[in-house]
């Protein structure tokens, strides 16, 4: 542009070419709010379709399936209505924020008269409002300091993670599914992975327009639908390839515990999803049909007997896989032996204990009797059958419970008889890495450890998800580290010198298996450096 003494047509010409690059920038700015607004539409009717996929396909599968195929389908269905259930509640939460963020910028998506849609251009100026977003996602406009809303929306966020991780973790043919939750349902990246030195909020919300906070939205919400569409097939394929492709196998047993001296019995011996090809052998039995081992049972002397085999299976590829197999039974007396039958009876008492809360399974068996007409009381229990001669009873208080067995004797007279057991609570977990407590490790492999917790030699199911826990060092405050990993904690750690100790404590943990008690506190670990 001229510069010095200019005329008036020089001056006049000069302000209209800044009116017009004004102009360009304004439209150039409308069109880019127009295409995010356009893109963000599509992610909504994106995830729209993703959800009446999930309802009207897959989730009625996996539904009817458990119903018909209980002992395969039952617990993945359950697991799967656990996770709907967090990614509905994150979706949900991700759609209010919009709608608040909606209201504050002042943005109408339809005439409130005609209930047509209002042209972005119409709506610029809310699209390219930044202040909603900010005061929403950031306390007092601060970038380093999130608001409760933002971390509300991170807890919601990690609940899906987490469960994701807790509940398919172990199983290999499930690794993408976690793999990708890992990726993308994230509210804060891992240690040294921001792009640009700035933290996951900081990059999606600070100084972001209202446009470009709804589109990242609608980011978190696909991505969570997206995920627990992936979990639905993959439950279900997981399922559906282990019975077509014939890729994993058990052997199985089907014969009486207990037997009757002198009386015949059999044992069935076959292979899971069996077959009848040739290419199966069954060795250990007398003879084999249609796919099944025969074994006749020794049944000439009272006690346990056991027995042992091995079923052998050639694949396509000619290769021959072993599947070993052993059953134990015992063989009682019957009702005219059990009259003459004299003798002591020998019992440790101190080992008759039941765990306060959980499920603790109990046989009971008349000899020469119908076990399937035996009935069992306990007053301060809850007592739900299982099969002929086996209950499940769940004390709650007290320290003693009385079990009252009932039933019929060979003669039909009916008899009880009254067991006492002792009540005692379930241990506390124990906080391991490895499975020590106490261990040694060069400083620098600190940060790839992760804490857990459990029960040693408790024969429960009972199983811990640990959610955070405290590490102390030498000369330093102690952190607070959420989940399960020292990888948050490795700018404490990987400075620290032979000799000294790192401090786990205070370790937070949901069980599994324990019904409704509560986690008692974690026993501490105990780092060596090398």
């Known amino acids: 542009m001229a510069t010095g003494k200019q005329t008036p047509r020089q001056k006049m010409i000069n302000l209209m070419y800044l009116v017009f690059i004004a102009m360009m920038a304004l439209n150039i700015d ?90 972005v251009s119409e709506n610029f100026a809310a699209l390219n409002n ?32 987490n469960y994701i991780s807790a509940t398919f973790g172990k199983n290999t043919q499930l690794q993408d599914l976690v793999d990708r939750a890992n990726k993308s349902i994230i509210a804060e990246y891992p240690q040294g992975k921001s792009p640009n030195g700035k933290t996951w909020f900081q990059n999606k919300f600070f100084h972001q327009s209202l446009i470009a906070a709804i589109s990242n939205l609608g ?35 089907s014969a009486p515990t207990d037997i009757q001296s002198g009386k015949k019995g059999e044992a069935v011996i076959m292979l899971g999803s069996y077959s009848n090809s040739n290419k199966i052998k069954i060795n250990g039995v007398s003879r084999q049909e249609n796919g099944k081992g025969y074994i006749p049972l020794n049944t000439g002397g009272l006690g346990e007997h056991k027995l042992n085999g091995s079923i052998t299976l050639t694949d396509a590829t000619g290769k021959a896989q072993n599947f070993p197999f052993t059953h134990t039974y015992n063989v009682i007396a019957g009702p005219q032996e059990v009259k003459l039958e004299k003798g002591l009876l020998l019992s440790a008492d101190k080992m008759n204990v039941m765990y306060r809360g959980l499920e603790n399974p109990v046989s009971g068996s008349i000899l020469g009797a119908d076990n399937s007409k035996l009935s069992l009381s306990a007053p301060g229990a809850v007592v739900k059958g299982t099969g002929p001669g086996k209950w499940i009873v769940t004390p709650t208080t007290g320290t003693t419970v009385k079990l009252t067995l009932s039933g019929q004797n060979p003669s039909g007279q009916t008899v009880s008889q009254v067991f006492e057991y002792r009540i005692k609570n379930v241990p506390p977990p124990q906080g391991q890495i490895r499975g020590q407590n106490v261990l040694a490790m060069p400083a620098t492999s600190i940060a790839n450890q992760s804490i857990q917790a459990v029960i040693p030699d408790f024969d429960f199911p009972v199983s811990f998800t640990v959610n955070q826990f405290m590490v102390k060092v030498p000369g330093r405050a102690a952190l607070l580290v959420k989940g399960n990993s020292l990888d948050d904690a490795a700018g404490l750690t990987k400075n620290l010198r032979a000799g000294e100790s790192v401090f786990i404590f205070d370790i937070k943990a949901t069980a599994s298996g324990l019904g409704n008690q509560q986690v008692k506190n974690i026993s501490s670990i105990l780092i060596n450096v090398q």
């Open 219 to 253: 980011i978190i919400q696909n991505d969570a639908r997206n995920v627990q569409s992936d979990a639905l097939a993959l439950l279900l394929q997981e399922k559906v390839d282990a019975s077509i492709k014939f890729n994993n196998y058990e052997a199985i047993v």
């Open 30 to 119: 409308a069109e880019i709010i127009r295409s995010f607004y356009d893109s963000t539409k599509a992610l909504n009717e994106t995830r729209t379709l993703t959800e009446r996929k999930n309802e009207k396909i897959f989730e009625r599968t996996l539904e009817a399936k458990a119903q018909q195929v209980p002992d395969t389908y039952a617990t993945p269905w359950e697991e799967y209505k656990v996770l709907k259930a967090k990614v509905d509640v994150l979706v949900k939460s991700a759609e209010d924020i919009k709608d608040v963020l909606k209201k504050q910028s002042e943005f109408h998506e339809k005439d409130p008269v005609t209930g047509k849609e209002i042209d």
């Open 130 to 161: 930044n202040e909603a977003t900010m005061g929403y996602f950031f306390k007092d406009g601060d970038e380093n300091s999130p608001s409760k809303g933002a971390l509300e929306l991170k807890a919601k966020m990690d609940d899906v993670r």
